[in-house]
């Protein structure tokens, strides 16, 4: 195998499975293709039924075979029965070597990994937690693993790198003709996002239903222009209590709310707290906790903002309910409070995968973000990120949109513990690159802000004296002297079980599989 | 030091680490079980902190399970020490 090391100093293969791979150079690069992907024609005529009473007539009818790939969205969290149910009856049709692309894999999709032991289930695209991340981490898929940021997925289906053969769409409601939304219904789950780019770019495509509507169904998130069949089941498609039982609770924490007020001293700082500003923050419980102090911030001083995106949390719809912000982008909703608000408020806007963040597109939202607070598993000396793979080496987490927002912010704001538990966050190279140092501005720990010296905040923050900054070296070496010393390299073998790709389908980064 | 009864100290709380320390037959030294998330990154360390303490107690044979929860090195040696000292009936 030939390698080439790529901008972050990481070793690419020239290729893989047969593919190509285009080593990362830096941001802002691409496209590396002149069209985009072009779906077949299908044809529904006059008097034709779409509609079908079992997941195997879908699979049927929209020809899948061995080596095929079939796609799902995931806005139902951990609270998702239909990849599950829809791999049973693949595996129950006999078929093999198929690739899933599921917008993410939570632990209730666990049940899935029998599949890849007997190679139904051979390359999954998206980011994976729980058992079958660990299983791909131990070489138990025979394929490979792609991890993508949310617009890194949708510039691969809409360019052409990953081809759906069906895409599944678990529809909270639709009306016969195919006509989809999310927001009504027992199962609603909120904006339907990420399936968007799947609906306008797969070959065929299924609505997955247990409400049938009238026609037409209002509104329309995804339209019947796109979709083939309705398959009506009985059998529920999700929970949507499932939503917020990963990753969304508000930190009680002392040392994350002092990390998570810091963030907003920083925001203040740069500039630009200030009328119509536009913010976007992850789900952990450190960004929720700084969306909070923002908005009694911006209420204290009258500031009225412009937008927040996200992953739409209570926090942030409490603002637009504030009036701290004109409207929310949407394009996934993180809680039933987020649900209903999408479905009551105007001012509430459901977004697409592709308007949220390809960056190979005639414009992305991440694009007009003024400031993002992220998380990160750890960060290096470089500020390059890692949200995928744990210090041991094995893969535990996607990145959702790190990549995308961190690109796209005026100021990209990482806040993390300076360790977790004995387990150092701050490190000479972390153990795989999911965010280039090149997008990220600012540090903060609970014992100290470290600002990128390439950050073009680096001179305004680091003048502020009552921003507690310091250099991410000394940060490393603060952390090192309280765990008594740096943690032992994960041990690895030679086989590649895993890729990481920037959002503009160059390679990051390749994750190996892990010893034992 | 001699350790002459089954003893432990600390909690299976997050950050700290559970010591249990159990008698052993002369001459079959000092056995350490260890369980830690951050056994990868820090397990060598963590033997060695849990065996300077047996050492620095002058035992010379027990048998340590060491159940670990992200813990820091004085954290380790505090509860091992406390742990190794019931043990030997103090």
């Not at chain 1, 666990?110 to 007997?118: A, G």
């Not at chain 1, 744990?390 to 990145?399: K, L, P, Q």
């Not at chain 1, 972390?430 to 073009?456: H, M, Y």
Request: glycine share 10%.
């Amino acid at each position: 195998m030939k390698f080439v090391k790529n901008k972050v100093g990481r070793s690419i293969p020239e290729e893989l499975f047969g593919k190509k791979l285009i080593p990362f150079t830096g941001k802002g690069k691409g496209p590396y293709k002149e069209r985009k992907y072009a779906p077949k024609i299908r044809k529904t005529s006059p008097g034709d039924s779409k509609v079908l009473t079992s997941i195997q007539e879908a699979i049927k009818k929209g020809g899948l075979a061995d080596g095929g790939t079939i796609s799902f969205h995931h806005h139902f969290r951990n609270g998702d029965y239909l990849l599950n149910m829809v791999c049973h009856e693949i595996a129950k049709m006999g078929l093999k070597d198929i690739r899933l692309v599921p917008s993410s894999i939570q632990p209730i999709n666990d049940e899935l990994l029998t599949y890849l032991e007997k190679g139904i289930i051979t390359h999954i695209n998206c980011g994976t937690s729980g058992k079958i991340a660990d299983a791909i981490s131990r070489g138990k898929m025979k394929g490979l693993l792609t991890i993508r940021s949310h617009g890194g997925r949708a510039r691969s289906i809409e360019n052409g790198d990953v081809e759906i053969d069906i895409a599944f769409i678990a529809s909270p409601t639709s009306d016969e003709y195919g006509n989809i939304n999310g927001v009504h219904g027992k199962y609603a789950c909120g904006s339907l996002g990420y399936a968007m780019p799947d609906a306008q770019f797969a070959n065929y495509v299924v609505a997955v239903t247990n409400t049938l509507v009238p026609f037409p169904n209002n509104p329309i998130s995804i339209s019947q222009d796109h979709v083939d069949s309705v398959v009506l089941l009985k059998k529920p498609i999700g929970n949507p209590a499932g939503i917020v039982t990963t990753s969304l609770r508000v930190t009680r924490d002392p040392k994350n709310l002092k990390i998570a007020r810091d963030c907003i001293e920083v925001i203040k700082a740069s500039g630009l707290l200030k009328e119509g500003l536009s913010f976007q923050s992850g789900a952990g419980g450190t960004a929720l906790a700084a969306t909070q102090f923002l908005s009694q911030y911006m209420k204290a001083k009258g500031i009225k903002g412009s937008f927040g995106m996200g992953g739409a949390t209570e926090a942030l719809v409490r603002m637009l309910e504030d009036g701290l912000f004109d409207a929310i982008l949407d394009v996934q909703s993180f809680d039933i409070y987020a649900v209903r608000s999408l479905l009551n408020n105007p001012k509430h806007i459901e977004m697409g995968a592709s308007q949220y963040a390809n960056p190979l597109s005639s414009g992305c939202a991440v694009n007009l973000l003024d400031t993002v607070i992220l998380g990160c598993t750890e960060i290096d000396t470089k500020f390059n990120v890692n949200t995928s793979t744990e210090s041991d080496g094995r893969i535990m987490h996607g990145m959702g949109g790190h990549q995308d927002t961190s690109e796209g912010a005026k100021l990209t704001i990482i806040a993390a513990p300076l360790q977790r538990g004995r387990i150092p966050i701050v490190v000479d190279d972390v153990v795989s690159v999911n965010s280039p140092g090149e997008n990220i501005d600012v540090f903060v720990t609970e014992r100290g802000i470290a600002v990128n010296p390439e950050s073009q905040y680096f001179d305004i923050l680091t003048k502020t004296k009552s921003l507690n900054t310091k250099s991410i070296e000394d940060l490393k070496a603060e952390a090192e002297k309280l765990i008594g010393g740096k943690p032992q390299k994960p041990k690895t073998t030679d086989r590649i079980v895993g890729i990481i790709e920037y959002r503009d389908g160059s390679v990051l980064d390749v994750i190996y599989q892990v010893e034992k | 030091m001699k350790i002459v009864k089954s003893a432990q100290a600390g909690s299976l709380e997050s950050c700290d680490i559970l010591i249990s320390v159990d008698p052993a037959k002369e001459g079959t030294g000092i056995k350490i079980n260890l369980e830690s998330p951050a056994k990868t990154q820090f397990g060598d360390l963590i033997l060695v902190e849990i065996k300077e303490v047996a050492d620095k107690l002058e035992i010379k044979d027990v048998k340590i399970t060491a159940i670990d929860k992200g813990s820091l090195g004085y954290c380790i040696k505090a509860r091992a020490e406390t742990a190794l000292r019931r043990g030997a009936g103090e």
